[in-house]
């Protein structure tokens, strides 16, 4: 595959999280896009777990380790020394983060801090990304699709550690990675990325809407939903992975342009209700039923949306996949793993990327285009 301009071939991108849902396709598709991946992550934090099921330990070089410990990431970006950094590592739930705040601000604020240091400490990184979620913003609560300019905030431990790791980031940027002084007092670029609830096949996290889907339809049970009516706003995975990985390409041919926070989200009117989003599932399963089982206790935001006319303009970025066709890409990820081998999900896994990357190249997207194409 021949994507993102060809800037992932030969080079040496660490990826922090590799061995979590989002982690694990990024993984998958750095390594057929020809990049030397090295990952950092503590173990698969589900079981099943992805990473293991498609064996990406004996694709990447993967080292066990915590973002909280500082040392230990340093010594990981001196021993590789990466070209490109993808933070993802994070206790990333809203409701486990009202049960351990310390775990999730330790995690997610002083891990972004860590990898920061250990950039800034290390020659030769020339692209870090630090993901961190919709949920960063100051939530309204009203219809309003956030933008990037927007106050950081957040309700929650999780949403507020986000927002924190968004602030932790633009410290930095202003203080040691100011693109005004790129190519002068450093050569590195940073940006943050803030994506919405993403779905997609191998995800088995806790308190996630399509993993507890998938939970009580293999058991025969009822779907237990929370928040019926709640909207969010839903993307497969690929993605906001197509906008990391465009981003970071950018960043990597202009260190000055691109280091800001970008908001990758649907399109606005793929902005469905968690109930909308179980009929589906049920509908493509071709069984299954769903009970409401209120629970007001701990705040989850009613309504998420983001705004992201400013990837479009800027990055030429824009989702693919219509909601309906993220939904049905991931069921097909499941009825699979649920019949075939794990050595089949590798290949099924690589069709999906495929098929999402050929998509991308029919609706015109640039980062979809062969370099032997564009230069036609
Ligand atoms: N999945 C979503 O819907 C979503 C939405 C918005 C943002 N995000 C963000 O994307 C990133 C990846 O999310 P995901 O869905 O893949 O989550 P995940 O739980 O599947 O993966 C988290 C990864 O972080 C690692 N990890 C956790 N604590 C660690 C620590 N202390 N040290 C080292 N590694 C640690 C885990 O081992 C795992 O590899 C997170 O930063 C998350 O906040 C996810």
């Known amino acids: 595959m021949d994507l993102f301009k060809g800037i992932y071939k030969g080079r040496k991108v660490l990826i922090t999280g590799n061995t979590g849902f989002k982690g694990s396709y ?23 777990s992805l990473f293991k099921i498609l064996k990406l330990n004996k694709r990447i070089s993967h080292t066990k380790g ?18 490109m950094v993808f933070h993802l590592a994070a206790q990333p739930l809203v409701r486990p983060s009202y049960r351990d705040p310390e775990l999730t601000y330790e995690t997610n604020i002083m891990g972004t801090v860590n990898l920061l240091e250990a950039v800034r400490n290390t020659e030769g990184v020339k692209v870090a990304v630090n993901i961190t979620s919709d949920k960063c913003y100051e939530n309204k609560g009203s219809n309003y699709a956030y933008r990037e300019t927007d106050p950081m905030g957040g309700a929650d431990p999780y949403s507020s550690s ?16 100011n693109p005004a002084l790129y190519g002068k007092s450093h050569n590195s670029a940073l940006a943050t990325a803030r994506a919405g609830n993403v779905i997609g096949g191998g995800d088995w996290s806790e308190d996630r809407l399509i993993p507890d889907c998938i939970r009580a339809l293999t058991k025969n049970r009822s779907i237990s939903i ?5 909207i969010r706003p839903w993307q497969h ?6 906008g990391y990985l465009w981003l970071g390409a950018l960043m990597w041919n202009d260190g000055i342009s691109y280091s800001r926070g970008w908001n990758f989200g649907p399109n606005d009117g793929d902005v469905l209700m968690v109930e909308d989003i179980v009929n589906e ?9 769903y009970s409401v089982t ?19 303009l800027h990055l030429g970025w824009r989702p693919v996949y219509s909601v309906q066709k993220a939904v049905e890409t991931t069921i097909s990820w499941y009825q699979t793993f649920h019949n075939k081998s794990s050595k089949d999900l590798l290949q099924f896994t690589l069709s999906q990327i495929q ?12 980062w979809a285009q062969q370099e032997s194409n564009r230069s036609r």
Not at 226 to 230: C, I, M, S, V
Not at 237 to 242: A, D, H, I, N, Q
Not at 281 to 289: A, E, N, S, Y
Not at 355 to 366: F, S
Request: aromatic fraction near 8%; charge should be positive.
């Open 26 to 48: 990024m993984s998958l598709w750095l390594t057929e896009l020809g990049a030397d991946v090295i990952g950092y992550s503590l173990d698969p934090p589900t079981s099943p």
């Open 66 to 83: 915590d973002v909280r410990d500082a040392a230990g990431i340093k010594k990981v970006i001196k021993k590789y020394r990466p070209d």
């Open 162 to 177: 986000k927002g924190c790791a968004e602030l932790v980031t633009a410290a930095y940027r202003s203080s040691y990675f």
């Open 226 to 230: 929370r928040n019926p009516k709640a």
């Open 237 to 242: 995975v690929l993605e906001p992975l197509s």
């Open 281 to 289: 599932v049920i509908r493509l399963w071709g069984k299954g039923r």
């Open 294 to 312: 209120p629970d007001n206790r701990l705040h989850e935001a009613e309504l998420l949306k983001l705004d992201i006319s400013s990837a479009r």
């Open 355 to 366: 098929e999402y990357a050929h998509a991308a190249k029919n609706a015109g997207l640039e």
